[in-house]
């Protein structure tokens, strides 16, 4: 079955604790991304990937790092999380959009909270 | 001015209603268009890709405006279960990224 894998589906840290949200899809797709949402501000996107070490800054990149080491893993790393920060993340993985017609496929998503 | 603007809503429609959604585009270098679903707290999830020539998929109907720059969705015999946010989705040649409309609400009640 075409997914994509995200963990923790949800997480309460403390402000400053280094936390990593991992995300797999097994679609051999060459673009992944990390998307964020809040109320009222749509999915704001924080960072993607066109391929295996390619990264690059969306919208909202700051206070978050990333990696791509291999092709079907991205993970999400908040070295020193702060409250806001707070949000529900989905990772997503598709064909390379612009490119063609394609659809991305979304993780179930991370539901953060920092205090 | 943002990249997609969509009426956020919510539409309050009773079951067998027909109900239509516009979104606007900033970028006249888009060339994918898309409405996603998402329910409440879920991912988002692909409900048509859009076609210049119109598509239709059941009780969906999607259009395309490219010289007014918008996308519509009618949605036609409502059901209980349309109930969602209904996300307009753009992507184009000179961007690497989708580009997400912060969605419209539909609730259908009985």
């Known amino acids: 079955e075409a997914q994509v894998t995200q963990n923790p589906r949800y997480l309460i840290t403390v402000t400053g604790k280094k936390l990593t949200v991992t995300c797999s899809q097994n679609m051999n797709h060459e673009y992944m991304s990390w998307y964020r949402q809040d109320p009222g501000l749509g999915l704001r996107q924080i960072y993607y990937s066109m391929n295996v070490e390619v990264t690059d800054k969306g919208d909202v990149p700051e206070g978050y790092k990333v990696s791509r080491k291999e092709k079907r893993n991205f993970p999400l790393i908040l070295e020193s999380p702060s409250p806001n920060q707070t949000s529900l993340y989905f990772c997503?993985?598709?064909?390379?959009?612009?490119?063609?017609?394609?659809?991305?496929?979304f993780g179930q998503g991370t539901r953060l909270t920092v205090v | 001015r943002k990249e997609v603007e969509q009426d956020p809503g919510p539409f309050n429609v009773p079951e067998g209603a027909t109900v239509a959604f516009n979104c606007t585009y900033s970028n006249s270098a888009s060339q994918s268009f898309f409405w996603y679903r998402q329910d409440c707290r879920k991912e988002p999830k692909l409900l048509m890709s859009v076609y210049s020539s119109g598509n239709e998929d059941g009780r969906f109907t999607a259009q395309l405006n490219r010289a007014s720059q918008y996308i519509s969705l009618l949605i036609r015999d409502s059901k209980l279960s349309d109930s969602a946010t209904y996300l307009c989705?753009?992507?184009?040649?000179?961007?690497?990224?989708?580009?997400f409309g912060t969605g419209t609400r539909l609730q259908v009640f009985p």
């Open positions: 997503a993985s598709s064909l390379r959009p612009g490119s063609m017609i394609t659809e991305a496929f």
């Open positions: 989705v753009v992507s184009s040649y000179n961007t690497d990224k989708l580009i």
